[in-house]
Protein backbone atom coordinates (compact mmCIF):
# COMPACT_ATOMS: atom_id res chain seq x y z
CA UNK A 1 0.00 0.00 0.00
CA UNK A 2 1.30 3.47 -0.71
CA UNK A 3 2.67 5.38 2.49
CA UNK A 4 -0.22 7.77 2.16
CA UNK A 5 -2.83 5.52 3.25
CA UNK A 6 -0.95 5.06 6.46
CA UNK A 7 1.12 8.19 6.99
CA UNK A 8 4.69 7.83 9.75
CA UNK A 9 4.41 9.61 12.32
CA UNK A 10 7.32 10.75 15.04
CA UNK A 11 5.21 9.26 17.67
CA UNK A 12 6.62 5.85 19.54
CA UNK A 13 9.90 6.07 19.29
CA UNK A 14 13.19 7.48 21.21
CA UNK A 15 14.66 10.96 20.70
CA UNK A 16 17.80 12.91 21.23
CA UNK A 17 18.58 13.16 25.17
CA UNK A 18 15.37 11.38 26.09
CA UNK A 19 15.29 10.79 29.99
CA UNK A 20 11.62 9.52 30.75
CA UNK A 21 9.30 7.14 29.00
CA UNK A 22 7.74 7.58 25.76
CA UNK A 23 4.55 9.21 25.44
CA UNK A 24 2.14 6.05 26.24
CA UNK A 25 -0.25 5.32 23.66
CA UNK A 26 -2.42 2.54 25.44
CA UNK A 27 -4.23 1.90 28.95
CA UNK A 28 -1.25 -0.11 29.86
CA UNK A 29 1.47 2.25 29.47
CA UNK A 30 -0.04 5.10 30.87
CA UNK A 31 -0.10 2.64 34.02
CA UNK A 32 2.98 1.94 34.01
CA UNK A 33 4.07 5.99 33.43
CA UNK A 34 1.69 6.26 36.49
CA UNK A 35 3.01 3.94 38.83
CA UNK A 36 6.66 5.13 37.51
CA UNK A 37 6.14 8.13 38.80
CA UNK A 38 4.38 7.43 42.47
CA UNK A 39 7.61 5.47 43.07
CA UNK A 40 9.68 8.02 42.15
CA UNK A 41 7.91 10.13 44.82
CA UNK A 42 8.67 7.76 47.30
CA UNK A 43 12.09 7.42 46.38
CA UNK A 44 12.50 11.07 46.33
CA UNK A 45 11.24 11.21 49.98
CA UNK A 46 13.00 8.17 51.43
CA UNK A 47 16.15 9.48 50.02
CA UNK A 48 15.69 13.20 51.74
CA UNK A 49 14.61 12.02 54.80
CA UNK A 50 17.98 9.89 55.24
CA UNK A 51 20.07 13.04 53.64
CA UNK A 52 17.97 14.54 57.05
CA UNK A 53 19.26 12.13 58.97
CA UNK A 54 22.79 12.23 57.86
CA UNK A 55 22.73 16.10 58.02
CA UNK A 56 21.73 15.96 61.58
CA UNK A 57 23.87 13.28 62.95
CA UNK A 58 26.97 15.19 61.08
CA UNK A 59 26.01 18.66 62.87
CA UNK A 60 24.90 17.22 66.14
CA UNK A 61 26.94 14.21 67.19
CA UNK A 62 30.74 15.05 65.75
CA UNK A 63 33.46 15.72 68.39
CA UNK A 64 33.27 19.00 68.76
CA UNK A 65 29.55 19.51 69.44
CA UNK A 66 29.09 16.52 71.19
CA UNK A 67 32.12 15.38 72.91
CA UNK A 68 31.15 12.90 75.19
CA UNK A 69 29.16 10.29 73.07
CA UNK A 70 26.17 8.32 74.27
CA UNK A 71 26.95 4.49 75.53
CA UNK A 72 23.35 4.25 74.40
CA UNK A 73 23.70 0.58 72.55
CA UNK A 74 19.67 -0.42 71.88
CA UNK A 75 16.71 1.78 71.20
CA UNK A 76 13.42 -0.35 71.23
CA UNK A 77 11.35 2.08 70.00
CA UNK A 78 13.75 3.58 67.13
CA UNK A 79 14.57 -0.05 65.95
CA UNK A 80 10.93 -0.85 65.73
CA UNK A 81 10.64 1.88 63.87
CA UNK A 82 13.23 1.50 61.07
CA UNK A 83 11.54 -2.04 60.67
CA UNK A 84 8.04 -0.76 60.44
CA UNK A 85 8.63 2.40 58.25
CA UNK A 86 10.03 0.38 54.99
CA UNK A 87 7.43 -2.26 55.64
CA UNK A 88 4.78 -0.22 55.01
CA UNK A 89 6.70 2.00 52.56
CA UNK A 90 6.94 -1.78 50.12
CA UNK A 91 2.82 -1.86 50.96
CA UNK A 92 2.23 1.47 49.50
CA UNK A 93 4.52 0.17 46.20
CA UNK A 94 3.18 -3.23 46.54
CA UNK A 95 -0.61 -2.29 46.42
CA UNK A 96 -0.50 -0.82 42.79
CA UNK A 97 1.86 -2.90 41.52
CA UNK A 98 -0.04 -6.00 41.80
CA UNK A 99 -2.76 -4.09 40.90
CA UNK A 100 -0.76 -3.21 37.18
CA UNK A 101 0.56 -6.69 36.83
CA UNK A 102 -2.73 -8.09 36.98
CA UNK A 103 -4.18 -5.39 34.73
CA UNK A 104 -1.43 -6.10 32.38
CA UNK A 105 -1.59 -10.30 32.35
CA UNK A 106 -5.71 -10.55 32.48
CA UNK A 107 -6.51 -9.84 29.25
CA UNK A 108 -10.12 -7.77 28.78
CA UNK A 109 -12.21 -9.63 25.80
CA UNK A 110 -10.47 -9.42 22.70
CA UNK A 111 -11.62 -7.65 19.62
CA UNK A 112 -9.19 -9.69 17.32
CA UNK A 113 -6.02 -11.64 17.80
CA UNK A 114 -2.94 -10.79 16.05
CA UNK A 115 -0.07 -13.88 16.47
CA UNK A 116 3.27 -12.79 16.17
CA UNK A 117 6.40 -15.54 15.04
CA UNK A 118 10.20 -14.30 16.18
CA UNK A 119 12.69 -15.75 14.01
CA UNK A 120 16.28 -15.46 13.35
CA UNK A 121 16.19 -12.50 12.57
CA UNK A 122 12.85 -10.89 11.56
CA UNK A 123 8.63 -11.29 12.75
CA UNK A 124 6.12 -13.03 10.99
CA UNK A 125 2.38 -11.84 11.65
CA UNK A 126 -1.05 -13.71 10.98
CA UNK A 127 -4.35 -12.32 11.34
CA UNK A 128 -6.63 -14.83 11.87
CA UNK A 129 -9.98 -13.31 12.56
CA UNK A 130 -9.28 -11.77 9.13
CA UNK A 131 -8.84 -14.36 6.47
CA UNK A 132 -5.70 -15.69 8.68
CA UNK A 133 -3.28 -14.19 6.52
CA UNK A 134 0.62 -14.00 6.92
CA UNK A 135 3.05 -11.97 6.41
CA UNK A 136 6.60 -11.09 7.51
CA UNK A 137 8.58 -7.96 8.60
CA UNK A 138 12.61 -7.14 7.82
CA UNK A 139 14.06 -4.42 8.93
CA UNK A 140 14.59 -1.33 6.09
CA UNK A 141 17.81 -0.46 4.48
CA UNK A 142 18.91 3.36 5.43
CA UNK A 143 18.65 3.52 1.69
CA UNK A 144 15.08 2.43 1.70
CA UNK A 145 13.58 4.89 4.43
CA UNK A 146 11.17 7.49 3.26
CA UNK A 147 10.11 10.40 5.08
CA UNK A 148 10.49 10.49 8.98
CA UNK A 149 11.19 6.68 9.17
CA UNK A 150 13.82 6.02 11.59
CA UNK A 151 16.80 3.65 10.59
CA UNK A 152 16.90 0.86 12.75
CA UNK A 153 13.34 0.40 13.68
CA UNK A 154 11.42 0.93 10.63
CA UNK A 155 10.41 -2.54 8.49
CA UNK A 156 8.65 -3.45 4.80
CA UNK A 157 5.60 -4.47 6.21
CA UNK A 158 4.40 -2.85 9.41
CA UNK A 159 1.56 -4.07 11.70
CA UNK A 160 -1.79 -2.45 11.27
CA UNK A 161 -4.24 -2.47 14.24
CA UNK A 162 -7.55 -0.24 14.64
CA UNK A 163 -7.13 2.66 17.21
CA UNK A 164 -9.52 1.71 20.20
CA UNK A 165 -10.03 -1.69 19.57
CA UNK A 166 -8.45 -4.85 21.85
CA UNK A 167 -6.35 -6.78 20.22
CA UNK A 168 -4.98 -10.09 21.48
CA UNK A 169 -1.30 -11.15 20.91
CA UNK A 170 -0.29 -14.60 20.84
CA UNK A 171 3.38 -14.63 20.64
CA UNK A 172 5.33 -17.41 19.69
CA UNK A 173 9.21 -18.17 18.20
CA UNK A 174 10.28 -20.66 15.94
CA UNK A 175 14.02 -21.25 16.70
CA UNK A 176 15.41 -19.51 19.89
CA UNK A 177 13.56 -16.85 22.46
CA UNK A 178 12.55 -13.25 21.38
CA UNK A 179 10.94 -10.83 22.78
CA UNK A 180 8.09 -8.44 21.32
CA UNK A 181 8.48 -5.33 22.76
CA UNK A 182 6.85 -1.82 22.03
CA UNK A 183 7.24 0.84 24.39
CA UNK A 184 4.61 3.00 23.76
CA UNK A 185 1.96 0.50 24.16
CA UNK A 186 3.29 -0.63 27.34
CA UNK A 187 3.94 -4.33 25.52
CA UNK A 188 6.72 -6.88 26.22
CA UNK A 189 6.53 -10.46 26.05
CA UNK A 190 8.68 -12.97 24.96
CA UNK A 191 8.51 -15.19 22.11
CA UNK A 192 9.07 -19.24 23.28
CA UNK A 193 9.83 -21.98 20.70
CA UNK A 194 7.18 -24.51 21.29
CA UNK A 195 4.46 -22.71 23.33
CA UNK A 196 2.61 -19.59 23.24
CA UNK A 197 2.29 -16.71 25.61
CA UNK A 198 -0.74 -14.02 25.50
CA UNK A 199 -0.50 -10.42 26.03
CA UNK A 200 -3.00 -7.61 24.48
CA UNK A 201 -2.97 -4.12 23.36
CA UNK A 202 -5.20 -1.16 22.82
CA UNK A 203 -3.72 2.08 20.92
CA UNK A 204 -5.49 4.75 21.93
CA UNK A 205 -5.09 7.59 19.39
CA UNK A 206 -3.74 7.10 15.46
CA UNK A 207 -0.06 6.76 15.58
CA UNK A 208 2.91 4.45 14.58
CA UNK A 209 5.00 2.91 16.99
CA UNK A 210 8.47 1.48 17.23
CA UNK A 211 10.03 -1.10 19.37
CA UNK A 212 12.70 -3.84 19.43
CA UNK A 213 13.37 -7.47 19.99
CA UNK A 214 13.97 -7.17 23.77
CA UNK A 215 15.73 -10.80 24.36
CA UNK A 216 19.03 -11.78 23.24
CA UNK A 217 18.19 -13.60 19.98
CA UNK A 218 21.76 -13.56 18.38
CA UNK A 219 24.44 -11.49 16.15
CA UNK A 220 21.89 -9.79 14.55
CA UNK A 221 19.49 -9.33 17.66
CA UNK A 222 19.71 -5.67 16.94
CA UNK A 223 18.27 -5.85 13.41
CA UNK A 224 14.87 -7.02 14.31
CA UNK A 225 12.65 -3.87 14.80
CA UNK A 226 9.08 -3.56 15.45
CA UNK A 227 6.52 -0.94 13.83
CA UNK A 228 2.97 -0.75 14.65
CA UNK A 229 0.73 1.71 13.13
CA UNK A 230 -2.34 2.10 14.46
CA UNK A 231 -5.22 3.44 12.11
CA UNK A 232 -9.25 4.19 12.11
CA UNK A 233 -11.53 1.66 11.51
CA UNK A 234 -12.18 2.77 7.71
CA UNK A 235 -8.04 2.76 7.17
CA UNK A 236 -8.09 -0.90 8.76
CA UNK A 237 -10.52 -2.38 6.55
CA UNK A 238 -8.72 -0.32 3.52
CA UNK A 239 -5.83 -2.19 4.57
CA UNK A 240 -6.73 -5.59 5.69
CA UNK A 241 -8.53 -5.73 1.91
CA UNK A 242 -5.34 -5.04 0.32
CA UNK A 243 -3.11 -7.41 2.53
CA UNK A 244 -5.86 -10.51 2.14
CA UNK A 245 -4.92 -10.11 -1.63
CA UNK A 246 -1.26 -8.90 -1.20
CA UNK A 247 -0.20 -11.80 1.14
CA UNK A 248 -2.68 -13.98 -0.05
CA UNK A 249 -2.52 -17.58 1.03
CA UNK A 250 1.01 -16.57 2.64
CA UNK A 251 2.56 -16.77 -0.78
CA UNK A 252 5.63 -14.91 -1.34
CA UNK A 253 5.19 -11.01 -1.88
CA UNK A 254 5.75 -11.39 -5.83
CA UNK A 255 3.83 -14.30 -6.35
CA UNK A 256 0.88 -12.85 -4.53
CA UNK A 257 1.12 -9.33 -6.31
CA UNK A 258 1.39 -11.04 -9.54
CA UNK A 259 -2.09 -12.75 -8.72
CA UNK A 260 -3.61 -9.69 -8.36
Known sequence: MSNSVLPVTPEGQPVPWQMWYQDPASPVME????LNSFISWIMAGVVLLVLALLITVVVRFNARTNPV?????????????????????????????????YFMDKAP????????????????????????FTFDAFMKDAGDLQGAEPRLLAVDN???????????????????????????????????????????????????YYGQCSELCGVNHGFMPIAVKAVSAEEFTAWVTAAQARFAQGLPLQLAEGRR
Open 31 to 34: QIVG
Open 69 to 101: PSTTTHNVPLEIGWTVLPILILLVIAVPSFRLL
Open 109 to 132: QADMTLKVTGHQWYWSYEYPDHGA
Open 158 to 208: PVVVPVGVTVRVLTTSSDVIHSWAVPSLGVKMDANPGRSNETWIRAERPGT
